[in-house]
């Protein structure tokens, strides 16, 4: 297994722990990592999983530099952005419950993974001026959440919030988070978020298995369907990355980002 993911077991649970310096950053071979991760879970017959991160960071979100040293050539950049969605998907479509233990702050695609989980814990800073933040700020960095993310946004904090959310691009503290439902609950430090993931899938296996899970496919119905094909929209998504708005923003985040 690549170092990109460290995999912990915890008994019948595996932990997944996102493992590229210094902030987790999301780029193609880092998805692919975590598909493998999931499919081997999946093929050693692992009852839960515990997607984790570093301290004080989960993941930065997708790496925007990467993404733009792929120039004018839509293929790679299709090929990265696929690996995201894949990895996502392949979370989404986990036959067994998977929590996000979120570690620290997780923007953009961190909050992606995070909705596709069955149950979020997310750590509390230490420093209540300088909280972790999470949340889908797509709109500040010129790109449009296609439908199939805002219906992930929508299903755990409703259609009203999840608009005012989406189109203000806002990130918000993991107080606020907890309070409107994006994230289930909060820990100090990350290995209490771990702890803390790691006993609501303990929980979980203490139930009968088949209606747990037979209940649990129910209700993440919506889920699957959200993240079919027709509602992301790929091409026209990489087509909206070389307008105008995109690149000016995107450039402007990455000469940011270099200092």
């Known amino acids: 297994m690549t170092?990109?993911?460290?995999?912990?077991?915890?008994?019948?649970?595996?932990?997944?722990?996102?493992?590229?310096?210094?902030?987790?950053?999301?780029?193609?071979?880092?998805?692919?990592?975590?598909?493998?991760?999931v499919t081997l879970a999946m093929s050693d017959d692992v009852h839960g999983i515990v997607l984790s991160g570093s301290e004080r960071i989960f993941t930065g979100g997708m790496d925007v530099p990467h993404l733009l040293s792929h120039g004018d050539d839509k293929r790679k950049l299709m090929d990265s952005w696929q690996a995201f969605f894949g990895a996502a998907r392949a979370l989404a479509e986990s036959r067994v419950p998977v929590v996000a233990a979120l570690t620290g702050h997780s923007?953009?695609?961190?909050?992606?993974?995070?909705?596709?989980?069955?149950?979020?814990?997310?750590?509390r800073s230490t420093d209540p001026a300088k909280p972790y933040v999470i949340g889908l700020n797509e709109v500040q960095v010129g790109l449009v959440a296609p439908e199939g993310i805002q219906r992930l946004m929508r299903r755990v904090v409703g259609p009203h919030r999840a608009g005012v959310l989406l189109s203000g691009g806002q990130l918000v503290s993991a107080e606020r988070a907890l309070e409107i439902g994006l994230v289930d609950e909060l820990?100090?430090?990350?290995?209490?978020?771990?702890?803390?993931?790691?006993?609501?899938?303990?929980?979980?296996?203490?139930?009968?298995?088949?209606?747990?899970?037979?209940?649990?496919?129910?209700?993440?119905?919506?889920?699957?369907?959200?993240?079919?094909?027709?509602?992301?929209?790929?091409?026209r998504f990489v087509e909206a990355?070389?307008?105008?708005?995109?690149?000016?923003?995107?450039?402007?985040?990455?000469?940011?980002?270099g200092k």
């Open 107 to 123: 923007p953009a695609g961190g909050c992606v993974l995070a909705l596709c989980c069955d149950y979020r814990v997310m750590a």
């Open 241 to 257: 990355w070389f307008s105008a708005d995109a690149q000016g923003a995107l450039q402007a985040l990455a000469a940011r980002l």
């Open 3 to 37: 170092t990109l993911i460290e995999v912990i077991n915890h008994g019948p649970i595996r932990e997944l722990r996102l493992a590229r310096p210094p902030v987790n950053a999301l780029d193609t071979e880092l998805c692919r990592a975590l598909i493998a991760a």
């Open 187 to 235: 820990a100090d430090g990350a290995p209490l978020v771990v702890q803390r993931a790691i006993g609501w899938l303990q929980a979980q296996l203490k139930l009968p298995p088949q209606p747990m899970l037979q209940t649990r496919a129910i209700a993440r119905a919506d889920l699957h369907e959200a993240m079919q094909a027709e509602h992301i929209q790929l091409e």
